[in-house]
């Protein structure tokens, strides 16, 4: 509970330290804040001496302020953030501290990366900055103390003013409410200043003594001065976001409502604004900026200042979207008299101006010379003052003609969209004041100001025009009154210097003087030769590698990494030598310097690291060296085999030559599991080479290294049965190895050697292998057997008999592409057909179908009785006692294959049927009798025989002694 509690309540409530001393109280605090493990536990103790110290008893501010201070080392950004705040608080509660804070709080703005502690920093300053300025402008003669802290604050004050070019958009905005604190405390305020009561207090230029011994008013004004024209530029710049304009336009609305000399300039810089928003804004943007421009400009135009400058608002008003009551409401009534005398002044002007001479006339339009004007109608010097848009805009006014204006937008309907632009049309607003004197003036300025964007610079020109007239007559009144001085026997005035005039080089004179010769390193140093330039480098690599040590303890180890990588891409030779070297003494530790280089190699080969703008490749053979030359290295190395995988999947490029590696270390034995393994990742992991990296594992599918072969047959299997895109290819390698037994003597791609020139067993099989697998999964593969049967060789063809029994057996009986094969046998394939349904009957009864393709395809087109022998027991009795005379006629063994066949599986029916074939074929019952001894047990044996002796027709066996012999 009591972590839980405000620093208000740990304050109030303890009555137990209610009669505690204050010193022993903050004491306590500071040593529990020390051991405290929870920030906001800290932080609460920090306040409530803060507290102490400042508020209940300030006698004990100077006794732990170091102590305080000691804080703004610790690692949590809040408490640092506290800390900060107790220097500010410190400092306006006894200015004589500044001096002893304003270091630290130098040093925690310039040694902190914490974004939260830097804003604190800039606030704390933008309230210590206006305390030190005031502290400075009480005393009157200011010791050296106090100017060291004054240069502190200085510096700390142009690093804040740098960050709005910072990156981060919230440190701008605190950068911009810093600078808006410049203007003010740097300008004087006047009786129409309208200060807010928080700044009652706050200083300004005109309570600066004017013979201050320390601090010039001129050189403060000229300060407030810069700081102003930095935050117009910064609100002018063309990739400002929109939370810093909406912070900048706030600043301008405080600066000209509490500093009437700038009210013409902010409402300048507001109708740049206008006519050039950022590009960079979007849609909501652009209306959110447009929005709180308008509700500036109200502002604005309450406050008297406004008056010189309201035509110019209430035309931008109504470009943004203010209708006339809105502007009429935002006037205030006292102001309404002196807005109507400056109207009667502008009339009156209009009529006093004298129309133009028609000598003048006549002269322009002959293009001959204007007469030069009297001295009461000399320029004044006023002239010089105009910015860049005012003499510009001076300059179209005139010129803003209606045919003028009718020819730009004739000639602007060209350039326009077919569709009218989204952001067009949110943001547009009629014109209700259209062909107004003031209307016209505003549309002028905008031009004018988009011509000074432009860097059109017309307003330069006619500066730099006018401003030798005012120097010319300058320098002759001079040299008047100097010689009627003279003349007049002035004795002051012949002691002053006359200023030195300036001439053109070729007519200066010429002062003999001593030339001083200016240091060049060159003319002291002497070129290395190249021998000793790669001596040095080479050197210099070697240390950066032995110092791998220091450098991770020193936490500089990522970027000796990438100094390495940088260095041996960039200069090669014998580097990478000693690079290879060094990652391979200690490759697991030193795999991130590995990877390191191989990146580094890649960038420079797709040009990521030439200069900017020109974006050449490099050469590929360099990265391809560094890749193979690390390939080969672990493949020597058979404890780094995830090393070499690595390197490999995470490659960002992998050549052909890097794949003739991968290669070689798949056919190694030990490696062969791991390989495969590898080429499965590379096919998943790099689509686009999908079908490359697969044809690379389809070869090992033929190979005659037994391990690689096995594994190669295993994955492609795997794959084939779970990506359907890599079912068709590796059916058709399965086919194209198949297609090798047509030919008449092996491939060299098989054989690897021209001397081979038969096929052996072997060979058959590598080429079977594959292909065999796949049959149980797809049984159409089967028509291709029988088509490469019939063209092979006879020692494939046997090879083919004996290697079908498992994959036949996988497909079974009932498939119908094995049905369709016994239905349409190819020619010359009889033999297989009849293996095939051998192995599918040799365990189990023959299905109907099988019998029916069976049955028809002897009788159409196989007349060999052998051809029924599988499916002798699913022959009708009709058939199997038509078929036995025939069967009985053939080899003994086959004889005995057929009475095997019946016996294990139908004796009755066998019986019957030799029982029905007695009277047409009694001369052949005595082989039957023998066959049927060839049985295969006795009691089979002894059932024929008994059988036989109990039929009708035993007489006709026993009289033929021979035979029954």
Not at 142 to 157: F, N, R, S
Not at 414 to 426: K, N
Request: with cysteine; proline share 5%; aromatic share 6%.
């Amino acid at each position: 509970m009591e972590g839980r509690r405000s620093s208000a309540a740990d304050f109030f409530s303890d009555d137990s330290s209610a009669s505690e001393p204050v010193h022993d109280k903050v004491v306590r605090l500071l040593n529990e804040a020390s051991l405290l493990p929870k920030d906001a536990q800290r932080v609460t103790n920090l306040k409530q001496v803060q507290e102490l110290i400042i508020k209940k008893d300030p006698n004990q501010l100077d006794n732990f302020l170091d102590e305080m201070l000691s804080f703004q080392h610790d690692k949590s950004g809040d408490v640092k953030k506290t800390v900060i705040g107790f220097i500010e608080e410190a400092c306006k509660h006894d200015n004589d501290i500044l001096p002893k804070v304003v270091t630290n709080l130098s040093h925690m703005f310039v040694g902190d990366e914490n974004v939260a502690v830097i804003k604190k920093v800039i606030q704390a300053h933008t309230q210590l900055y206006k305390v030190a300025l005031k502290w400075l402008a009480k005393v009157k003669e200011v010791d050296e103390v106090m100017q060291q802290t004054w240069d502190v604050m200085q510096d700390l004050k142009d690093k804040i003013n740098a960050l709005l070019d910072s990156e981060n958009d919230g440190l701008r905005t605190y950068t911009v409410k810093f600078v808006e604190m410049l203007v003010l405390i740097n300008t004087a305020k006047t009786q129409d200043s309208e200060i807010p009561k928080n700044q009652k207090d706050d200083i300004s230029l005109d309570q600066i003594p004017a013979d201050h011994s320390y601090l010039n008013k001129k050189e403060l004004e000229e300060e407030g001065q810069t700081a102003f024209r930095l935050l117009v530029d910064f609100m002018a710049h063309p990739a400002i976001s929109s939370v810093n304009l909406m912070a900048c336009m706030g600043s301008f609305t405080n600066i000209a409502k509490q500093r009437s000399e700038f009210m013409y300039k902010v409402i300048q810089a507001f109708e740049s604004l206008h006519a050039n928003l950022p590009p960079t804004l979007a849609k909501s943007q652009v209306s959110s900026v447009r929005k709180t421009l308008k509700m500036q400009l109200l502002n604005l135009l309450r406050h008297p200042a406004s008056v010189s400058n309201q035509s110019q608002i209430t035309t931008l008003l109504t470009d943004l979207g203010a209708t006339t009551s809105e502007v009429n409401k935002a006037i205030p009534m006292f102001l309404e008299p002196l807005m109507k005398r400056k109207r009667e002044a502008e009339n009156d002007d209009k009529l006093s101006k004298k129309p133009r001479g028609l000598e003048e006339k006549i002269l322009d339009d002959l293009g001959g010379e204007t007469p030069a004007p009297t001295p009461a109608a000399a320029p004044k010097q006023k002239t010089l003052e105009k910015s860049l848009v005012d003499l510009t805009t001076e300059d179209l006014l005139p010129r803003l003609t209606v045919a003028n204006v009718t020819d730009l937008v004739l000639l602007s309907m060209v350039c326009l969209p077919d569709v009218m632009p989204a952001q067009f049309q949110s943001t547009y607003t009629p014109i209700a004041a259209a062909g107004t004197e003031h209307q016209i003036q505003h549309v002028s300025r905008l031009l004018a100001m988009q011509l000074v964007h432009a860097g059109y610079e017309l307003g330069q020109t006619a500066l730099q025009v006018k401003t030798p007239k005012p120097v010319e007559e300058a320098a002759k009144s001079a040299s008047k009154q100097s010689i009627q001085t003279v003349v007049g026997g002035s004795v002051e005035q012949q002691k002053q210097k006359r200023a030195p005039f300036l001439l053109p080089a070729s007519t200066a004179p010429k002062k003999a003087k001593k030339v001083i010769t200016q240091f060049r390193l060159q003319d002291v140093t002497k070129p290395l030769s190249a021998e000793q330039q790669h001596s040095m480098a080479l050197e210099a690599v070697k240390r950066i590698l032995n110092s791998e040590k220091s450098a991770m303890q020193g936490g500089a180890g990522m970027a000796r990494t990438k100094v390495l990588a940088s260095l041996v891409t960039q200069f090669g030779g014998e580097l990478v030598d000693l690079m290879l070297a060094f990652i391979f003494s200690d490759v697991r530790q030193r795999s991130d310097l590995l990877f390191a280089w191989l990146y580094q190699e890649y960038a420079d080969y797709q040009g990521f690291t030439s200069p900017m703008g020109e974006h050449e490749k490099g050469e590929l053979s360099k990265y391809n060296t560094c890749l193979l030359s690390l390939l080969n290295g672990l493949l020597n190395k058979p404890d780094k085999e995830s090393l070499f995988c690595r390197v490999l999947l995470e490659a960002p490029l992998i050549t052909e030559e890097a794949v003739e590696v991968v290669r070689q270390f798949c056919q190694t034995e030990i490696h062969a599991t791991t390989g495969m393994t590898l080429l499965k990742d590379l096919i998943f992991k790099r689509p686009g080479k999908q079908s490359y990296y697969l044809n690379c594992l389809l070869e090992f599918t033929i190979s005659d290294k037994t391990e690689a072969r096995n594994q190669a047959i295993r994955v492609a299997k795997k794959l084939h049965d779970k990506d359907e895109s890599m079912r068709s290819v590796i059916e058709a390698r399965a086919m194209a190895s198949l297609q090798l037994l047509r030919q008449a003597k092996p491939p060299v791609s098989l054989t690897k050697s021209a001397e081979v020139v038969t096929w052996t067993e072997d060979l058959i099989k590598q080429c079977l292998y594959l292909y065999l697998l796949l049959l149980p999964e797809n049984h159409k593969l089967i028509h291709d057997l029988a088509a490469v049967y019939t063209a092979t060789t006879a020692n494939s063809k046997r090879t083919i008999l004996r290697v079908l029994e498992s994959p036949v057996k996988g497909m079974g009986m009932n498939s119908p592409e094995l049905l369709l094969l016994v239905e349409n046998c190819p020619k010359g394939a009889e033999t297989l057909v009849t293996r095939i349904i051998h192995i599918l009957t040799d365990k189990v009864p023959p299905s109907p179908q099988l019998v029916e393709r069976v049955r028809d395809l002897y009788h159409k087109r196989v007349s060999d009785v052998r051809f029924l022998i599988p499916v002798l027991t699913g022959l009708s009795k009709k058939e199997v006692i038509g078929a036995l005379p025939k069967l009985i006629r053939l080899n003994p063994n086959v004889v005995k294959e057929v009475f095997n066949r019946l016996l294990s599986i139908n004796g009755k029916h066998y019986l019957y049927a030799v029982r029905h074939t007695c009277t047409f074929i009694k001369q052949d019952l005595i082989r039957i009798s023998v066959v049927a001894m060839f049985a295969q047990s006795k009691r089979d044996r002894a059932t024929a025989v008994h059988s036989l002796q109990r039929s009708s027709w035993w007489p006709c066996i026993s009289l033929t002694p021979t035979r029954s012999t």
